[in-house]
């Protein structure tokens, strides 16, 4: 079953009866719904009058359900997630820590090739210039060396969204691309911890003070979905909408379950990351040699 992403953005007291999450309004104490904790992959919390129970998170943990955290501007700025996600946790770290340094270059040289094939497949629904994307695969090494990916999302962020700049203090549609992108990194590092991961431990990403580095690695074949989404919401609103209202964050939330296309199989985003985790667990064990990605087809 998919699961769900549930989002508090007025002030609320969330608490733990018969295994589902009850939310109340916190100055009424009126009931306002309830979700059983199984059905739920994340919890967005997007007002600082909401209290949470001890009891809840202790729950949302065992179900692996990732609870992040918004700041004043309404932007996630962290997330919790359980210690345990696999039965076979030592066993699974054991693999990533003692993962060789030409294994993690062919794995980040897969991640990139993904994460421009994705670029260009964007490009060329927008019908834009893609051709020199072509090049850029082409010109791929292990380790990515040449630095393809930061040519090609030059080439891409210049053609990909009309008179944009990408900078993540910037103006609309910068905004929307941050929520997405933080939101898939919460999707990310759930999947990760669900395949017995670490998302500290990354193949590319090394910085000491960011706990998600894997996250960051793996996320980066997906954000071209992110993209396609903002790019749509941009066409349907124009420039009326630029702010991240109540609708508009519940159209970017939506990235979990947005379809993508794997292996000829149209499915969810949030079920394609389970497959993409569980598929680098593989490359670590040495049972496979190959990340599955989504293709973003042009």
Same mark, same amino acid.
């Given at each position: 079953m998919l699961k769900r992403t549930i989002y508090i953005g007025s002030p609320s007291y969330l608490s733990l009866r018969n295994r589902q999450l009850k939310i109340k309004d916190a100055e009424s104490q009126e009931e306002k719904g309830s979700i059983p904790i199984e059905d739920m992959a994340i919890l967005v919390i997007d007002h600082p009058q909401t209290t949470i129970t001890s009891a809840l998170l202790e729950m949302l943990m065992a179900q692996t359900v990732v609870v992040v955290n918004c700041d004043a501007r309404h932007l996630p700025n962290g997330m919790m997630l359980p210690l345990q996600g696999h039965s076979a946790l030592t066993q699974r770290w054991h693999y990533q820590i003692e993962a060789s340094l030409p294994l993690k270059k062919q794995l980040w040289k897969q991640t990139v090739h993904a994460k421009i094939q994705n670029? %260009?497949? !964007? /490009?060329?629904? @927008? +019908?834009?210039?893609?051709?020199? %994307?072509?090049? *850029? $695969?082409?010109? $791929?090494? @292990?380790?990515?060396?040449?630095? %393809?990916?930061g040519i090609a999302a030059q080439h891409y962020w210049k053609h990909c969204i009309d008179d944009f700049s990408r900078n993540p203090d910037g103006p609309f549609p910068n905004n929307f691309l941050n929520y997405g992108y933080a939101i898939l990194r919460a999707l990310v590092a759930r999947a990760l911890v669900a395949s017995g991961l670490l998302p500290a431990l990354g193949i590319f990403h090394h910085n000491k003070y960011n706990p998600y580095c894997l996250a960051d690695d793996i996320m980066e074949p997906y954000r071209p979905y992110v993209d396609q989404m903002v790019i749509t919401w941009m066409e349907t609103h124009?420039?009326?909408?630029? +702010?991240?209202?109540? +609708?508009?964050?519940? #159209?970017? $939330?939506?990235?979990?379950? &947005?379809?993508?296309?794997?292996?000829?199989?149209? =499915?969810?985003?949030?079920?394609? !990351?389970?497959?993409?985790?569980?598929? /680098?667990?593989?490359? #670590?064990?040495? @049972?496979? =040699?190959?990340?599955? *990605?989504?293709? $973003? &087809?042009?």
């Open positions: 670029q %260009m497949g !964007l /490009l060329i629904v @927008s +019908e834009k210039p893609a051709s020199p %994307m072509v090049r *850029y $695969l082409a010109q $791929l090494t @292990s380790g990515d060396e040449t630095n %393809m990916e124009g420039g009326t909408t630029t +702010e991240l209202t109540r +609708e508009a964050k519940a #159209y970017m $939330l939506g990235i979990a379950t &947005h379809d993508v296309v794997m292996d000829g199989n149209t =499915r969810p985003l949030m079920v394609a !990351l389970t497959t993409t985790t569980a598929s /680098l667990f593989a490359c #670590y064990e040495g @049972s496979k =040699r190959q990340i599955a *990605y989504p293709v $973003l &087809h042009g």
